[in-house]
C-alpha cells in the first residue's frame, strides 16, 4: 500500500441516504445480470492495489478489459475496490434512470447532492451516455453505459478512467496526465499537453526496446520515491505520425476509423516484455516539436513542467483541481526538469533518452 | 481603510525559485509572473494592504519611486481586471521578507497571459437531459 500523499485522504463519513438508496438499487440491477450468469470477473493490481471488475460479458467486457489485461492477476478475496460495470443494449436490462434533475449538474458532469466525502457520482454524454460513481467508504463502485457498442475510442483506450482517477486519489496517489518510458527500472516523465509529441517520444521509444508504462496517462506514488505506475496498456498516434512507427502499423485496432479516430495500439500483446508495471522517476521530460535540425535534450524550469503536467490533469481531476495543482507542484519541485527538443532526426530520441538517464544515474543522490 | 487583496476563489498558483504560476479554474487561462510581478502577488497572496505591497517594491527595487508606485497600482488593477484577485477590506497583513539579494532595478511588472489551454480547461455544463435524466449532447445547428 502506497503511502497518502500528504493531507488529502478524507477521514469522515456523512450520511447521505438518498445517494445510498440509488447506489443500492442500481447494484441490486447489477446483481439480476450476475445472478443470471452473464457477468465476469476479473482482477487487476495497480500501483499496489487490487481492483476488482465484474462486468456484463460480451460487448463491455471486450470494449473495456482489453486495456487493463497487461495488469491481470489471480483472484483475490479482498480487493481495494470492487467495480462492476454493464450496459442495457447486451444485457437486456432496464435502464437505469437517473434519480435528480438537469438542475444537479455541475461542472465536469458531478452530480449534486451525491458527491460528498463518501461519494462520488458523475455522468458525460460526448458520445455516449456514461455514468460512475464510487463508495469511497465501502471500496465499490459501479460503471453504467446505454450500449457499449456505442463507447469511444479514448473509453476504450482508458477505460473507467474519472472512477479509477477517483479512488486512486482517494488511496492517496495522484494520477496524472503524461507518460513514462525508462531503462532497468528507472524512467523519465513525459508531459505535455496534447500534440507536443508525448505519444510519439513513448512509442519510439518502445520500439527501439525501452520499458513502456504509458504514453499519456500514469498514476504517480512518492513512497520511497516518486514512481510512474502503468494504469493502461494503450498507446494512441494520430494518423499522420503513423508514417514514423512502420513497426506499429499491423498493431492499429481500429485501422478502419483512422478517418475519425486516432490509432489505439493494445501494445502488451506484441511487447509484453517491455511493459513496466512502474518505473522509479528521474526526471521531468518535455518533449516539443522542433522539426529540423538534430534533437537535443535542454534543462527546463520547474515553473514550465509545472504549466505542463498540471494544465491537463488538473482538467481530468474535477472537484480536487487545488489540490492537484499543488501536489503536482510537489512532484516537479522533486525532479529535474528537461525539454527534449524533437528534431528532424526522430530515431535519435531513444538514444538521448537513455544518455539522460545514464547521466542522471551517475549523479549523487 | 486602505484595501487589502485576497485571492480569487477560482485560482491557484505556486511559486518556483523566482517565477509563479497562476491559473484561473473557471476561464482556463494560466498566466506567469517574473521578476517585479512575482514580488508583487507574493505580497498580493500573503493578504498585504495596497500601501503595504507599494511600500514593499519601494523599498525592495531601485528606480523612481513615483514610476514604481504608478506600476505597481497599475498591476494590481490588471490583477483584479483578470479576477485573480478581490479587493477587500481590512489592515492586511505584514509583509513577507523578500530574499537576501542586494536591490535590483525595478522593471515594470507584467501579466503574460496565456489561453491555449482554454479550450481544455472551459467547463461544459450540461443543457439538455434525456426522457430518463441522463445528459444529451445539445444539437447545434451547423
Redesign the interface.
Known sequence: MNRPLAGRVATSVQDNPRAAAFFAGALDEFAEIRAAGRTAAHHYAIAGLVLRIDIACGAMEHSLCRALQHLAIPSVERPDLSLVAWDSASTGSAPLRAAWSIEDYGNYGLIGGFNDVRYYAAAQSDPAVIFGMLDRQAGQALYWTPDAGGLPIWERGAPFRPLLHEWLYHCGLLPVHGGAIGLEGSGVFLAGAGGRGKSNVALGCLAAGLSYVSDDFCVLSDSPQWRAHSLYSTGKLGSGDLVRHPGLVPLVSNPHALAHEKALFFLHEAFAGQFAHHLRLKAIVLPQVVGEGRSDIVPASAAEAQRAVAMSTVRMSGWHGVSTFSQVARFVRALPCFTLRIGADFENIPALIGDLLSRLAALPH | MPASFRVSGSI?H?K??D???I?N?DSGC?Y?LQGCADRVWTLVAAGCSEPVIVEEICRGYEGSPALMTAATLGFLNHLAIEQLVERCEGEGAAAPAAGASAASPFVVPVLQKFT??EE??R?D??H???K??????VQRPA
Do not use: Q
Open positions: 491557484v505556486e518556483f525559485d517565477e509563479t504560476v491559473v479554474l494560466y506567469n491555449d489551454m481544455l480547461l467547463l455544463p450540461i439538455e437531459v434525456d430518463l435524466g441522463w445528459p444529451s449532447k
